[in-house]
């Protein structure tokens, strides 16, 4: 009985109680807003993602955890426990019709996120937040 209760109690050691698990070890939700400067952020964005990962440990690397920017907010669950790396795209069409000299047209569309950050930003997630605020 003895040896079982110990196995038992170095699963919990191992794993965390309450915590989620993925198959890169626990995570954590995140809800929260992402502000340009100081301001909400425009509604006519094309493309507004918040992208998530591990920060580098050796060679185990899992992939990105994303989740859509709407009006703003965001909601995203599985991102890694610890330290993480969290990149911010934000994208907008211009109005400008940019014409390739091959006679193609297609839509201009900056990258809204100050030149600073667009490489990404250290975080660290550490619990269940609902009121993560990222500032660009």
């Not at 009985?1 to 198959?23: D, I, Q, Y």
């Not at 964005?45 to 690397?61: D, F, H, P, S, W």
């Not at 019709?97 to 569309?109: D, L, M, Y």
């Amino acid at each position: 009985m003895k040896k079982v209760v110990l196995v038992l109690w170095g699963c919990l050691l191992l794993t965390g109680c309450g915590e989620e698990n993925s198959a890169n070890g626990p995570t954590v939700s995140w809800s929260g807003e992402v502000t340009l400067q100081g301001k909400t952020l425009p509604d006519n964005l094309t493309n507004a993602l918040l992208q998530i990962r591990a920060k580098e440990q050796g060679n185990n690397v899992a992939a990105p955890v994303q989740a859509e920017i709407r009006k703003g907010r965001f909601t995203v669950k599985n991102v890694p426990r610890g330290q993480v790396w969290v990149k911010v795209v934000l994208e907008q069409k211009t109005g400008k019709v940019i014409r390739e000299p091959s006679g193609e047209s297609f839509e201009e569309i900056v990258n809204l996120v100050p030149r600073e950050k667009r490489g990404g930003m250290e975080m660290v997630a550490d619990q269940d937040d609902s009121h993560v605020k990222i500032e660009l």
